[in-house]
């Protein structure tokens, strides 16, 4: 099958890659104030099982993201708190890849500590509310164990069903770690690595190890590349 090797677009503490926020020095609000509380409305609560949001569970407009950095973000992809947050030429590749009717997209501004706006960039934000878990086969005798989990397994062995012939990317939500992942089939990790600010793709037979020493650089495995 065409493109049946797989690979995991995650970004790791241990690398902190330079450009790419990492969740402690980061700061998703609902108000442009750094120092305001979130109005942390009922959009919040939304529970993907429920289909696209609609009406209060939608997100709202525009969100602001804090960094602590002065220096102007360049990342492609980001994910916090079950959002990804995405480059508009990543957004674009989104829609080419017919997910647009699986995301919920708002326009997302983003500031340093010191409220200085960075607009080098046009960012988004985007929650994901259908998922691909149903197109792939876990191959579940090959699993690995998550590390301090006893009922949580990776699965190094992760094929699709079948070819998927409009779709190169894909989310996954029911496999614990894969959530804040972008799945990726031969032809998008090429794409990937050819368009976009300094991805850390992991081949997805060794996620597994990149995901358990996610913080220790030493013991990361190799990066994919072209």
Sequence with gaps: MENKKLYVWFNTL???IKGIPQDHFTWLKDVCDFNAENKLGEWLSYNWRDGKPEGKYK???????????VKKPVFDFYSTNDFLI????????FIDNNLEDQIEISNLRIFNTDGIEHTNKKYYIVRVFQFNDDLFDLNEETKKRVSGAKDKFFYPDLTLKSAIVNQNVFFLNNLFGYHDTIILNEKAKNYVLQNFYMPEIYDAKVFNIAYNNQTDKTKLPEIVKL
Excluded: H, V
């Design 86 to 93: 995405i480059s508009s030429s990543l957004l674009k590749y």
């Design 59 to 69: 997100m709202p407009n525009e969100l602001y993201l804090f960094i602590k950095s």
């Design 14 to 16: 241990g690398r902190s």
